[in-house]
């Protein structure tokens, strides 16, 4: 079996619960106190009980405790899966959203999100959900806009029959209202 990693002895246990007593994250006053309880003479396994994980999560702590000290242990978010599309393809994709498309090179009128998917895999043999493709674009700061539809047969002057012509704000009451009372 290997020998434990040692825990750095810079801080002692007094100041780790000092310092989980002023901790808003719970998850990290839990870290620190396993910690702690190490740094006291205790062993792994007894820190791992109290905390309720297993042996392999306090040795995770420890090591990250090692590395960055009691704020080592606060809770971080997830990285998240990294982007398909690298600087040079965004800029490129950027340069395309921009130009537009050429009719008679990309067979359309106007891009749609499955059409840039299907240039990518042209340009770049990368496959991209349409979905992806909508999440990198906005993240670029483009957002999707399209026109509002038209029936075809519209007439210009039929939209003026149509229109509502709305009533002053205030006018003057008609003869045939009642009077007012004395």
Known sequence: MAAAIVVRAD???????R???????????????AVALILDGGSRSEAAKMAGVTLQIVRDWVLRFNDGGPDG?????APGRAS????????????????????AAHGVVRWRLCDLAQWLWDEFQLSITRHTL???LRAMGYRKLSARPRH???????????????????????????????
Do not use: H
């Open 11 to 17: 801080y002692t246990s007094l100041e780790l619960r």
């Open 19 to 33: 310092f989980a007593r002023r901790c808003s994250d719970a998850d990290q006053v839990r870290r620190l106190m």
């Open 73 to 77: 242990l606060a809770t971080r978010k």
């Open 84 to 103: 398909i599309l690298n600087d040079a393809q965004r800029a490129r994709l950027a340069e395309m959203v921009e130009t537009g498309p050429i009719p």
């Open 134 to 136: 909508g999440r990198e």
């Open 152 to 182: 075809r047969g519209q007439k210009p002057d039929d939209i003026a029959i149509f229109k509502k012509s709305l009533l002053p704000a205030w006018r003057k009451s008609d003869a045939t209202s009642r009077k007012e009372r004395l």
